[in-house]
Each structure stands twice: as structure tokens, then as C-alpha cells.
């Protein structure tokens, strides 16, 4: 199935570079149960915020997971609704490729992962949810004092995204992203949990000829960082009365 992973990777993936599948990541690999440490993110947090000016670290936190959630979103997302497998994006499975700085530029996978044992929307992003963003998710806000709400929120925008872009994949049925939108519309997990990924975004239509504007339900605080200021899909902005980017559901994530 190595081959059929790298088949993704045409049309809203086309400048993504497929994961590495290997059962030996190599030193050059990262594994991602690294991420739970509290002294390895304190120091991943000081190398990424240099291009930040060491900034609020909170801040820091939420831009680098931006990234890391892009990537785990658009590679988990496209293997199971695509192709109906799901990859081995576990922590204790998971090794990542990162940029000098600490930002996470590819995943690196032990096996090209298995057939979905669930189908259902509510079950079968499971390991993407429990074995991975779960925890991590508790590790950030741990590590920064940012709220976990911030994170859950950049996952869900990226979550949402890829559901919404991989409609246009040359592979993609009918309502190819119809199981992760069911997810996103459920307040509560088949076990009564509150889902964290309940409407991360929301698209307002401004009455004209316009494309329906592209919301965040919650911001990403990365105005804490003074020279970057508000994202454009930012629920504050809006309020604020700012403009924000217009678009389709394809158009680019804000980061």
C-alpha cells in the first residue's frame, strides 16, 4: 500500500510531499512521543520562537501546532477518507521530519497503515483523536499556560479545511467529506466525551455576490506576537469590525 499513499498526492495535495514509510525511521526522525516531554518543548518552543522574537510563548505554541496540525491533518485525513485506511499516526507510532527551528515538515510512518476497522464518522478518526491529538494537546497547554481550547482550535481548523479541499481530489466520491463534517457536527464522542472538534469553523455569507467568509469559532491568539496581529479568519477580527480574506472552503488555511 506504500504505492497507494504516494498516489494521494495529486490535485489539493500536489505540493505536499508524501509521508516516508520505512520500519526503521533512522536518528534523522523525531519520534512524536518526543512532543510529550515538558523539557523537549521548552526547548523546541525556544527554537521556533526565534523567528518570533521570542515572543509570548503561548503564542509560540499555537503557531508551531498550526503546522503540525496541517501536516497530521492533511495526510490522516486523505489516507481514511480517500482510501479508507487508517495511518499509524499514533505518538508511540509516529516519527516526524522537522525544520531546524522545530516545525514540523513531514511525517515518517512504520507501515502505510491498515484498513479502517470502523466506518462510522464518530469512530473512525479514533487514532488521530486519542492516541494522538488528546495528548498532545494536554502537553501544550501544560507546557505554555495557553488554554486547550487554542489548540483544539488550529486542529480543527486544518481538520475542517482538508475535509472541505480533498472534495476537489480527482480520487474523491460522492461526499468524500461527508464523515469528517458529520464528526465536526456532533457536540459529544460515541463515549460521551465533549468533542473538541464541534464546529471549529463557520462561514458567513455577507448577502452579496461574495464567497461566504471563513470563520474560526475561536482565535489563535498569535496577535500576542505584535508584528503579526490577527489571522485572517479571526473571530476577533470580525468583531473588531476589520476586514477579513473572503473565500471558499479550498482557500488556503490561514497560518
Given at each position: ?53 521570542h515572543g509570548d510563548r503561548r503564542a509560540v505554541a499555537s503557531l508551531w501546532s498550526k503546522w503540525h496540525f496541517s501536516a497530521l491533518a492533511a495526510h490522516g485525513l486523505a489516507a481514511n477518507l480517500l482510501l479508507e485506511r487508517d495511518l499509524p499516526l499514533g505518538l508511540d507510532d509516529l516519527h ?160
Amino acid at each position: 500500500m506504500t504505492q497507494a499513499l504516494s498516489t494521494l498526492y495529486i490535485g489539493p495535495l500536489e505540493g505536499l510531499a508524501p509521508p516516508r514509510v520505512t520500519p526503521t525511521p533512522g536518528p534523522d526522525a523525531l519520534p512524536a512521543r518526543t512532543l510529550l516531554e515538558p523539557v523537549y518543548l521548552a526547548e523546541l518552543f525556544e527554537r521556533f520562537g526565534t523567528r518570533y522574537g521570542h515572543g509570548d510563548r503561548r503564542a509560540v505554541a499555537s503557531l508551531w501546532s498550526k503546522w503540525h496540525f496541517s501536516a497530521l491533518a492533511a495526510h490522516g485525513l486523505a489516507a481514511n477518507l480517500l482510501l479508507e485506511r487508517d495511518l499509524p499516526l499514533g505518538l508511540d507510532d509516529l516519527h516526524l521530519q522537522q525544520s531546524p527551528e522545530g516545525q514540523t515538515t513531514g511525517l515518517v510512518l512504520r507501515h502505510a497503515g491498515r484498513p479502517l476497522s470502523e466506518l462510522g464518522a464518530l469512530s473512525r478518526f479514533t487514532t488521530l483523536l486519542d492516541d494522538h491529538l488528546v495528548p498532545l494537546v494536554e502537553a501544550l497547554a501544560m507546557a505554555t499556560g495557553a488554554s486547550p481550547k487554542v489548540f483544539w482550535s488550529n486542529a480543527g481548523n486544518y481538520f475542517e479545511y482538508f475535509a472541505g479541499a480533498l472534495a476537489d481530489h480527482p480520487m474523491a466520491g460522492p461526499d468524500v467529506g461527508e464523515p469528517a463534517r458529520a464528526l465536526m457536527e456532533s457536540r459529544s464522542l460515541p463515549d460521551g466525551r465533549r468533542n473538541p472538534l464541534f464546529r471549529p469553523v463557520r462561514y458567513v455569507d455577507p448577502g452579496k455576490a461574495d464567497a461566504p467568509t471563513r470563520i474560526r469559532r475561536l482565535c489563535c491568539i498569535r496577535y500576542l506576537i505584535d508584528e503579526l496581529g490577527y489571522c485572517a479568519n479571526c473571530p476577533l477580527e470580525c468583531r473588531r469590525g476589520a476586514t477579513t480574506a473572503k473565500g471558499k472552503r479550498v482557500a488556503k488555511a490561514s497560518t
